[in-house]
Nanobody
Framework: QVQLIESGGGLVQAGGSLRLSCAAS????????MGWFRQAPGKEREFVATISSSGARTYYANSVQGRFTISKDNTKNTVYLQMNGLKSEDTAVYYC?????????????????WGQGTQVTVSS
């Protein structure tokens, strides 16, 4: 089992920044991919960003490309999502996702584990 704990959400004005963190614990192994998804009220959960085990491969949704940056600290088993230039449409619950075979977490089905989510609210 793998446990994922997100932190860093909150309320921010449009144009501001936030950094989300997700710490993985338990039977993580040493070769895994992680990612972020989000779900706004009344909408389906959608992909945001993902990163490979080494950090060499990253992939972003078009809606966040150039504004968000995903990174990983393997010494801490932690993935980060730096969010800049936030917009009201970024308001959502953000979920951390984990794939234990180092498959980029681009779809909901590719996630083996999920975090509980952290709320991000962007006021306009």
């Amino acid at each position: 089992q793998v446990q994922l704990i997100e932190s860093g959400g909150g309320l921010v004005q449009a144009g501001g920044s936030l950094r989300l963190s997700c710490a993985a614990s338990g039977r993580t192994g040493s070769n895994y991919a992680m990612g972020w998804f989000r779900q706004a009220p009344g909408k389906e959960r959608e992909f945001v960003a993902t990163i490979s085990s080494s950090g060499a491969r990253t992939y972003y949704a078009n809606s966040v490309q150039g504004r968000f940056t995903i990174s990983k600290d393997n010494t801490k088993n932690t993935v980060y999502l730096q969010m800049n230039g936030l917009k009201s449409e970024d308001t959502a619950v953000y979920y951390c996702a984990f794939n234990e075979h180092n498959i980029l977490v681009v779809t909901i089905r590719s996630a083996d584990y999920w975090g509980q989510g952290t709320q991000v609210t962007v006021s306009s």
